[in-house]
Protein backbone atom coordinates (compact mmCIF):
# COMPACT_ATOMS: atom_id res chain seq x y z
CA UNK A 1 0.00 0.00 0.00
CA UNK A 2 0.97 3.34 -1.43
CA UNK A 3 0.84 6.66 1.06
CA UNK A 4 1.56 10.18 0.20
CA UNK A 5 3.24 11.17 3.57
CA UNK A 6 6.05 9.92 5.14
CA UNK A 7 3.88 6.68 7.33
CA UNK A 8 5.62 7.77 10.90
CA UNK A 9 3.75 11.20 9.84
CA UNK A 10 0.75 9.08 9.38
CA UNK A 11 0.79 7.14 12.50
CA UNK A 12 1.86 10.15 14.79
CA UNK A 13 -1.35 12.14 12.70
CA UNK A 14 -3.60 9.13 13.02
CA UNK A 15 -5.94 9.56 16.69
CA UNK A 16 -9.67 8.23 17.15
CA UNK A 17 -12.64 10.31 16.28
CA UNK A 18 -16.26 9.44 17.21
CA UNK A 19 -17.72 12.49 16.25
CA UNK A 20 -18.53 13.37 12.11
CA UNK A 21 -19.12 16.85 10.55
CA UNK A 22 -22.79 16.97 7.88
CA UNK A 23 -19.46 17.08 5.27
CA UNK A 24 -19.33 15.09 2.45
CA UNK A 25 -16.30 12.69 0.97
CA UNK A 26 -15.20 14.49 -2.17
CA UNK A 27 -15.82 11.21 -5.24
CA UNK A 28 -12.21 10.76 -5.71
CA UNK A 29 -11.56 10.37 -2.17
CA UNK A 30 -14.35 7.71 -1.94
CA UNK A 31 -12.70 5.87 -5.03
CA UNK A 32 -9.16 5.87 -4.01
CA UNK A 33 -10.62 4.35 -1.06
CA UNK A 34 -13.14 1.81 -2.37
CA UNK A 35 -9.73 0.89 -4.80
CA UNK A 36 -7.51 -0.20 -1.67
CA UNK A 37 -10.89 -2.24 -0.16
CA UNK A 38 -11.05 -3.72 -3.48
CA UNK A 39 -7.17 -4.82 -3.57
CA UNK A 40 -6.88 -9.35 -2.25
CA UNK A 41 -5.87 -8.26 1.54
CA UNK A 42 -3.39 -10.78 2.93
CA UNK A 43 -1.88 -10.61 6.60
CA UNK A 44 1.26 -12.23 7.69
CA UNK A 45 -0.08 -14.98 8.99
CA UNK A 46 -1.61 -15.59 5.59
CA UNK A 47 -5.01 -15.05 6.39
CA UNK A 48 -7.19 -13.04 3.40
CA UNK A 49 -9.83 -10.65 4.41
CA UNK A 50 -11.75 -8.65 2.23
CA UNK A 51 -13.11 -5.35 3.05
CA UNK A 52 -16.35 -3.20 2.39
CA UNK A 53 -16.95 0.60 2.38
CA UNK A 54 -20.69 0.65 3.93
CA UNK A 55 -22.71 3.74 2.72
CA UNK A 56 -25.49 4.26 5.31
CA UNK A 57 -27.29 6.47 3.23
CA UNK A 58 -27.70 3.54 0.35
CA UNK A 59 -28.96 0.64 2.57
CA UNK A 60 -32.80 0.45 3.52
CA UNK A 61 -33.99 2.45 6.01
CA UNK A 62 -34.68 -0.91 8.46
CA UNK A 63 -30.94 -1.54 7.15
CA UNK A 64 -30.16 2.09 8.38
CA UNK A 65 -31.75 1.88 11.73
CA UNK A 66 -29.93 -1.44 12.94
CA UNK A 67 -26.55 -0.13 11.42
CA UNK A 68 -25.62 1.46 15.53
CA UNK A 69 -22.98 2.01 17.54
CA UNK A 70 -24.53 2.18 20.30
CA UNK A 71 -23.61 5.84 20.94
CA UNK A 72 -19.94 5.81 20.62
CA UNK A 73 -20.20 7.25 17.12
CA UNK A 74 -22.20 10.47 15.74
CA UNK A 75 -22.52 11.75 12.54
CA UNK A 76 -20.89 8.75 10.12
CA UNK A 77 -22.43 8.71 6.84
CA UNK A 78 -19.46 5.59 5.86
CA UNK A 79 -18.21 2.59 7.56
CA UNK A 80 -15.66 0.31 6.55
CA UNK A 81 -16.16 -3.34 7.55
CA UNK A 82 -14.50 -6.47 6.80
CA UNK A 83 -14.29 -9.99 7.25
CA UNK A 84 -12.16 -12.98 7.49
CA UNK A 85 -11.76 -16.64 7.94
CA UNK A 86 -11.56 -17.89 11.52
CA UNK A 87 -8.43 -19.62 11.53
CA UNK A 88 -5.45 -19.05 13.20
CA UNK A 89 -3.48 -16.20 13.39
CA UNK A 90 -6.95 -14.47 11.58
CA UNK A 91 -7.11 -11.64 14.08
CA UNK A 92 -3.86 -10.53 14.19
CA UNK A 93 -4.12 -10.33 10.24
CA UNK A 94 -7.11 -8.55 10.37
CA UNK A 95 -5.57 -6.06 12.94
CA UNK A 96 -2.50 -5.78 10.35
CA UNK A 97 -4.50 -5.16 7.62
CA UNK A 98 -6.95 -2.75 9.06
CA UNK A 99 -4.67 -0.66 10.31
CA UNK A 100 -2.76 -0.03 7.14
CA UNK A 101 -6.48 0.97 5.77
CA UNK A 102 -6.87 3.49 8.39
CA UNK A 103 -3.38 4.58 7.78
CA UNK A 104 -4.75 5.33 4.31
CA UNK A 105 -8.09 7.16 5.69
CA UNK A 106 -5.48 9.59 7.84
CA UNK A 107 -3.03 9.59 4.00
CA UNK A 108 -6.69 11.09 2.75
CA UNK A 109 -7.11 13.96 6.13
CA UNK A 110 -10.37 11.15 6.93
CA UNK A 111 -11.26 10.32 10.56
CA UNK A 112 -11.62 6.75 11.79
CA UNK A 113 -11.69 5.31 15.03
CA UNK A 114 -11.17 1.28 15.90
CA UNK A 115 -14.71 -0.39 16.98
CA UNK A 116 -14.76 -4.13 18.38
CA UNK A 117 -17.22 -4.46 20.42
CA UNK A 118 -19.69 -0.95 20.58
CA UNK A 119 -21.09 -1.88 17.39
CA UNK A 120 -24.17 -3.93 15.82
CA UNK A 121 -21.96 -7.09 14.61
CA UNK A 122 -25.67 -8.72 13.15
CA UNK A 123 -26.25 -5.92 11.19
CA UNK A 124 -23.16 -5.26 9.96
CA UNK A 125 -22.21 -8.70 9.39
CA UNK A 126 -25.53 -8.77 6.74
CA UNK A 127 -24.00 -5.82 5.13
CA UNK A 128 -20.98 -8.16 4.11
CA UNK A 129 -22.78 -11.24 3.63
CA UNK A 130 -20.68 -13.11 6.31
CA UNK A 131 -20.51 -16.73 5.60
CA UNK A 132 -20.54 -19.21 8.10
CA UNK A 133 -16.81 -19.55 8.63
CA UNK A 134 -16.06 -15.66 8.11
CA UNK A 135 -16.03 -13.53 11.19
CA UNK A 136 -16.36 -10.09 11.50
CA UNK A 137 -13.45 -8.05 14.30
CA UNK A 138 -13.70 -4.46 14.16
CA UNK A 139 -15.01 -1.92 11.78
CA UNK A 140 -14.20 2.20 11.50
CA UNK A 141 -16.69 5.34 10.85
CA UNK A 142 -14.80 7.25 7.69
CA UNK A 143 -15.47 10.60 7.25
CA UNK A 144 -14.26 14.29 8.05
CA UNK A 145 -14.03 15.54 11.68
CA UNK A 146 -14.77 18.67 13.92
CA UNK A 147 -12.03 20.01 15.56
CA UNK A 148 -13.20 19.77 18.93
CA UNK A 149 -14.43 16.59 20.56
CA UNK A 150 -17.37 15.92 22.00
CA UNK A 151 -17.54 15.59 25.92
CA UNK A 152 -18.39 11.61 25.90
CA UNK A 153 -15.23 11.51 23.74
CA UNK A 154 -13.23 13.25 26.14
CA UNK A 155 -14.35 11.69 28.95
CA UNK A 156 -13.43 7.91 27.33
CA UNK A 157 -10.32 9.05 26.16
CA UNK A 158 -9.69 10.86 30.11
CA UNK A 159 -10.94 7.15 31.36
CA UNK A 160 -8.70 4.98 29.24
CA UNK A 161 -5.30 7.33 29.27
CA UNK A 162 -5.54 7.84 25.10
CA UNK A 163 -2.46 10.41 25.57
CA UNK A 164 -0.75 7.97 27.74
CA UNK A 165 2.34 5.42 26.66
CA UNK A 166 3.98 2.96 28.29
CA UNK A 167 7.56 3.89 28.61
CA UNK A 168 10.37 1.74 26.33
CA UNK A 169 11.56 -0.45 29.52
CA UNK A 170 8.60 -1.76 30.01
CA UNK A 171 7.52 -3.05 26.78
CA UNK A 172 11.15 -3.19 24.42
CA UNK A 173 13.34 -5.71 25.74
CA UNK A 174 17.32 -7.61 24.52
CA UNK A 175 17.56 -11.38 24.81
CA UNK A 176 14.98 -11.85 27.20
CA UNK A 177 12.48 -9.95 29.46
CA UNK A 178 14.68 -8.78 32.14
CA UNK A 179 16.65 -6.47 30.17
CA UNK A 180 14.89 -3.56 28.85
CA UNK A 181 16.32 -2.39 25.27
CA UNK A 182 17.30 1.31 25.34
CA UNK A 183 16.43 3.54 22.90
CA UNK A 184 20.28 4.35 22.32
CA UNK A 185 20.62 0.90 21.71
CA UNK A 186 18.32 0.24 19.48
CA UNK A 187 20.06 2.03 16.35
CA UNK A 188 18.32 1.95 13.07
CA UNK A 189 15.08 0.31 14.64
CA UNK A 190 14.81 3.42 17.17
CA UNK A 191 11.82 4.80 14.93
CA UNK A 192 9.87 1.50 13.93
CA UNK A 193 9.79 0.83 17.73
CA UNK A 194 8.72 4.09 18.66
CA UNK A 195 5.67 3.72 16.06
CA UNK A 196 4.97 0.43 17.46
CA UNK A 197 4.88 2.47 21.35
CA UNK A 198 2.16 4.92 19.46
CA UNK A 199 0.16 2.17 18.13
CA UNK A 200 -3.55 2.35 18.85
CA UNK A 201 -5.20 -0.35 21.55
CA UNK A 202 -8.15 -1.73 23.33
CA UNK A 203 -9.07 0.55 26.00
CA UNK A 204 -4.93 1.60 25.34
CA UNK A 205 -3.96 -1.56 27.23
CA UNK A 206 -0.39 -1.28 24.80
CA UNK A 207 0.20 -5.33 25.33
CA UNK A 208 2.80 -5.62 22.99
CA UNK A 209 6.10 -6.79 24.27
CA UNK A 210 9.27 -6.94 21.59
CA UNK A 211 12.34 -8.93 22.84
CA UNK A 212 15.66 -8.21 20.46
CA UNK A 213 17.95 -10.24 20.03
CA UNK A 214 21.28 -8.69 20.75
CA UNK A 215 24.08 -8.27 18.34
CA UNK A 216 20.96 -9.26 15.55
CA UNK A 217 18.17 -7.39 13.87
CA UNK A 218 15.50 -10.98 14.63
CA UNK A 219 12.65 -9.41 17.00
CA UNK A 220 10.51 -11.20 18.83
CA UNK A 221 6.72 -9.77 19.44
CA UNK A 222 4.84 -11.07 22.36
CA UNK A 223 1.32 -9.74 23.80
CA UNK A 224 0.46 -9.83 27.40
CA UNK A 225 -2.97 -9.96 28.64
CA UNK A 226 -3.59 -9.50 32.34
CA UNK A 227 -6.78 -10.92 32.19
CA UNK A 228 -6.29 -13.86 30.36
CA UNK A 229 -7.89 -17.01 32.07
CA UNK A 230 -6.28 -19.73 29.50
CA UNK A 231 -3.49 -20.46 27.30
CA UNK A 232 -4.38 -17.87 24.62
CA UNK A 233 -5.31 -13.94 24.77
CA UNK A 234 -8.52 -12.07 24.18
CA UNK A 235 -9.08 -11.73 20.67
CA UNK A 236 -8.81 -8.16 20.71
CA UNK A 237 -5.62 -8.20 22.71
CA UNK A 238 -4.64 -10.45 19.44
CA UNK A 239 -5.89 -7.41 17.14
CA UNK A 240 -3.49 -4.90 18.92
CA UNK A 241 -0.68 -7.22 18.22
CA UNK A 242 -1.49 -6.98 14.63
CA UNK A 243 -1.38 -3.38 14.50
CA UNK A 244 1.75 -3.59 15.85
CA UNK A 245 3.28 -5.40 13.51
CA UNK A 246 2.01 -3.32 10.81
CA UNK A 247 3.36 -0.15 12.36
CA UNK A 248 6.63 -2.29 12.34
CA UNK A 249 6.96 -3.23 8.96
CA UNK A 250 5.79 0.00 7.70
CA UNK A 251 8.35 1.87 9.54
CA UNK A 252 10.69 -0.75 8.49
CA UNK A 253 9.99 -0.43 4.70
CA UNK A 254 10.06 2.91 5.01
CA UNK A 255 13.64 3.36 6.33
CA UNK A 256 14.71 0.43 3.19
CA UNK A 257 14.93 -2.54 6.83
CA UNK A 258 14.56 -5.16 4.66
CA UNK A 259 13.16 -8.53 6.45
CA UNK A 260 10.36 -10.85 6.82
CA UNK A 261 7.64 -12.49 9.55
CA UNK A 262 8.37 -16.14 10.42
CA UNK A 263 6.37 -18.02 13.28
CA UNK A 264 8.51 -20.28 15.30
CA UNK A 265 7.11 -23.73 16.16
CA UNK A 266 8.45 -23.52 19.74
CA UNK A 267 8.94 -20.19 21.61
CA UNK A 268 11.82 -18.44 21.66
CA UNK A 269 12.71 -17.72 24.55
CA UNK A 270 12.53 -20.29 27.82
CA UNK A 271 11.33 -18.14 30.11
CA UNK A 272 8.12 -16.04 29.34
CA UNK A 273 6.13 -14.06 31.81
CA UNK A 274 2.83 -15.05 32.65
CA UNK A 275 0.19 -13.89 30.66
CA UNK A 276 2.23 -13.27 27.88
CA UNK A 277 1.93 -14.99 24.59
CA UNK A 278 4.21 -15.12 21.55
CA UNK A 279 2.69 -14.11 17.76
CA UNK A 280 5.54 -13.98 15.68
CA UNK A 281 8.89 -13.03 14.81
CA UNK A 282 10.55 -10.40 12.75
CA UNK A 283 13.68 -12.03 11.32
CA UNK A 284 16.08 -8.82 9.48
CA UNK A 285 17.92 -9.06 6.44
Known amino acids: MKYQNPVNNLIEKRSSWRSYLDKPIEQEKLQKVEK ?54 CYEDYGYLLEQIILFATDLNLGTVWLGGTFR ?88 RIVKEKDSTNFHFFVHDKSAKDSSPANFVRIDGGIAMSHFELSLKEKGLKGNWKFLEADPFEHIPSKTHYLASWLGK
Open 36 to 89: ILQTPQKGPFGNKARFKLIDVEKVSPEARRNLGTYGMVRGARYFIAGAINQKPG
Open 121 to 208: KQAFAKQMNLSDEEILPAITPLGYHPKKRRIIALIIRWFIGANKRKPWSKIFFVNDFDHPLLQEDAGAFRGPLEMVRLAPSSHNGQPW
